[in-house]
């Protein structure tokens, strides 16, 4: 099967250290999941739900998203 049309990604380790050396800040693997869904970027269901329909995760800071999206970008992911 050709898979060269498929958009090729990052894995989080490799996206970590990109922010890292390009902004000399760390961002999670949280970080770069939110970032990932607010793109649009959806590889699989997520099944680490929060146990109770109140929970709610940390937001990432402005900073971390922007450094995420800028790593997406020179990984081609978007």
């Known amino acids: 099967m050709d898979m060269s049309g498929?958009?090729?990604g990052a894995t989080y380790e490799q996206?970590?250290?990109w922010v890292q050396e390009k902004?000399?800040?760390h961002v999670t693997?949280?970080?770069?999941?939110?970032?990932?869904r607010k793109?649009?970027?959806?590889?699989r269901q997520n099944y680490?739900?929060?146990k109770s329909e109140g929970?709610?995760?940390p937001e990432t800071p402005r900073e971390k998203e922007?450094?995420?999206?800028?790593?997406f970008k020179a990984f081609r992911m978007i």
Do not use: D, V, W
């Open 23 to 25: 902004y000399g800040f």
């Open 6 to 8: 498929f958009r090729q």
């Open 66 to 71: 922007k450094a995420t999206i800028e790593a």
């Open 48 to 50: 680490n739900l929060p």
């Open 55 to 57: 929970g709610r995760s």
């Open 15 to 17: 996206i970590q250290e």
């Open 39 to 43: 793109c649009g970027i959806i590889e």
């Open 29 to 36: 693997h949280l970080n770069i999941a939110k970032t990932k």
